[in-house]
């Protein structure tokens, strides 16, 4: 953390370890993943100190404010004192977590239409055979 006050917000994303490579970072910004203030910005957007950014992460919407600027990498323990999760976001991580607790969604599981295979299987299944 340094006496900057302002630094990219791709920048601060991998900096902040919420990506593991910039170009990954700006990906996620240009797909509408990355959100500050609730808009969408470009990887290129100055982050300030007290800015509200929600970040898409896999299943997980995470929600920070920008507690410090810093434009380089540094240890896990540094990259978490350069945000603050909001309560928000906390109690909805929790719910997920504890809803995973108790088995995922078998919806979940299903990806497109099905293979020959697993057509014959339910053909056969709604048959009785």
Request: a positive charge.
């Amino acid at each position: 953390m340094s006496d900057i006050d302002r630094v990219r917000l791709d920048k601060w994303l991998w900096a902040a370890r919420f990506f593991k490579t910039r170009s990954i970072a700006t990906r996620e910004i240009d797909l509408g993943r990355v959100r500050v203030a609730g808009e969408r910005v470009k990887p290129a957007h100055d982050v300030r100190c007290g800015e509200r950014i929600e970040i898409q992460l896999a299943a997980q919407r995470v929600e920070v404010v920008v507690r410090a600027l810093s434009a380089v990498r540094g240890p896990a323990p540094v990259a978490r004192e350069l945000y603050e999760e909001t309560a928000a976001s906390i109690e909805r991580r929790a719910r997920v977590a504890e809803g995973r607790r108790y088995g995922t969604e078998p919806a979940a599981a299903i990806k497109g239409r099905p293979t020959k295979k697993e057509g014959r299987a339910l053909r056969r299944l709604r048959r009785g055979d």
